[in-house]
């Protein structure tokens, strides 16, 4: 690996927070989260993204191949102060806001979205701290995360038969497997949905958090995809893990606040899918510009000139454009949300599902359009495998079939037609 370990991060950055809030517990409105990011603390998180993504570019292509835990990727996170983005200042964080986290998605994306993938978790799992734990355990659950610069990967496929927790005097013991379990191979800790068999808490469903090297867990190293390689996907396998007390973050349930947590999952994937497309465009100007000539028949003396070229990489440009507008606004207005807490209503918890989900509907197609026609412009000698412009389109096809695009599609096309709403899972 050539990753070098770098340190960008210039302190909190908490841009519109308002009063502090007490250190013992969460606010009355249940979330340390408040206001809106300014153009400051944008531009620092920003920065910081670039530059840690100009060291992941370096080997993008040795590290895809190798098809490695992305350990060094990791430390590279923590070293820039990304992990902590969304911990409250107070307790040692980055005090940001979720816009400012899912502009990093994006620009990360843009070079190796695996890693890009695996920041989004981790900020959705570790944001569970504000959207599922108990107020007054918040605090004390942010000091843990900041102070160990956990990265948190998590076991919660909600396609998979449900993990089965039982009783064991005051504690459980969790078995079961689960696929998809991004980041837990990779991270510090998991974040793991399990619901409870029999006993006083029968039928109940806990979100619990694992330390990664507990007695009972077996990560079985089983993620083969031909896209998102790094981002650490493979199934792991529980037998007789104890979960005591203190491990359990809170209960899963409908309530409109908490549930914010699917549509923020969602909203990461369009980012994603967006600086994916930003990337195989990068990528492709890269290449036309470096082109000599014109195809034979062309009246341009180089492809850069061609108006056929040109045509493409405009539409390219332009749709760009668009779902960057429509995910820039997603961005802070799902900030404005958060910042209500325990006064979200189903209805704005809804609002923002739709709108959210209509950014996935475009970035989705947005991001395999432009990493599989860029081929249109850049030539046969782009397929070849060291040039590594494929990297965009595998990602982004193996990421977007996490749920089919086409509910999306029935979701914002029944919300406009007859005013429904989806029922709240961990898709919708």
């Known amino acids: 690996m050539s990753i070098d370990t770098i340190s960008t991060s210039t302190g909190s950055v908490t841009g519109d927070h308002g009063t502090e809030p007490p250190t013992g517990s969460a606010p009355e409105g249940r979330t340390y989260w408040s206001g809106n990011a300014d153009e400051a603390e944008l531009a620092h998180w920003d920065a910081v993204a670039t530059e840690v993504a100009t060291r992941l570019a370096v080997d993008v292509l040795e590290r895809d191949r190798a098809n490695l835990d992305p350990t060094n990727e990791l430390d590279l996170l923590r070293d820039a102060g990304l992990v902590n983005l969304l911990d409250p200042a107070e307790f040692g964080g980055g005090g940001g806001h979720w816009e400012s986290a899912f502009r990093v998605i994006r620009i990360l994306s843009r070079v190796d979205a695996s890693i890009g993938q695996l920041l989004a978790y ?9 959207f599922t734990a108990d107020p007054a355990t918040q605090a004390e659950w942010h000091r843990k995360t900041v102070a160990g610069r ?3 990967g998590d076991s919660v496929n909600p396609t998979d038969p449900d993990l089965s927790l039982t009783q064991d005097g005051d504690a459980f013991r969790l078995n079961g497997l689960k696929r998809f379990s991004t980041g837990a191979s990779a991270g510090d800790v998991i974040l793991v949905n399990a619901v409870v068999r029999g006993g006083d808490h029968d039928g109940t469903i806990f979100q619990f958090v694992l330390d990664h090297d507990r007695d009972g867990i077996a990560y079985l190293g089983d993620w083969d995809a031909l896209g998102q390689r790094l981002s650490a996907s493979g199934s792991v396998r529980f037998e007789d893990v104890l979960v005591e007390q203190a491990d359990i973050l809170g209960t899963v349930g409908d309530e409109p606040f908490s549930s914010l947590v699917t549509p923020g999952i969602q909203l990461a994937f369009g980012n994603l899918y967006l600086g994916i497309a930003e990337g195989a465009l990068a990528q492709g100007t890269e290449l036309v510009r470096a082109r000599k000539n014109a195809w034979f028949l062309s009246h341009a003396e180089t492809y850069r000139d061609d108006p056929f070229v040109q045509r493409v990489v405009g539409e390219f440009v332009s749709s760009i454009a668009a779902v960057e507008a429509l995910a820039d606004r997603t961005n802070a207005r799902f ?18 599902a739709i709108e959210i989900a209509k950014l996935k509907v475009v970035s989705t197609e947005l991001g395999i359009e432009v990493s599989n026609r860029i081929f249109e412009v850049t030539g046969s000698s782009s397929a070849k495998a060291s040039v590594g412009l494929d990297l965009f389109w595998r990602n982004v096809r193996t990421h977007s079939l996490h749920d089919p695009v086409d509910y999306k599609k029935l979701e914002v096309g029944a919300n406009h037609l007859n005013g429904e709403l989806q029922p709240i899972s961990l898709y919708t």
């Open 335 to 352: 900030d404005r949300i958060i910042a209500r807490g325990a006064e979200v209503t189903a209805a704005d918890r809804g609002a923002i």
């Open 150 to 152: 956990w990265i948190w």
């Open 122 to 130: 981790h900020y959705i799992n570790a944001g569970n701290i504000g």
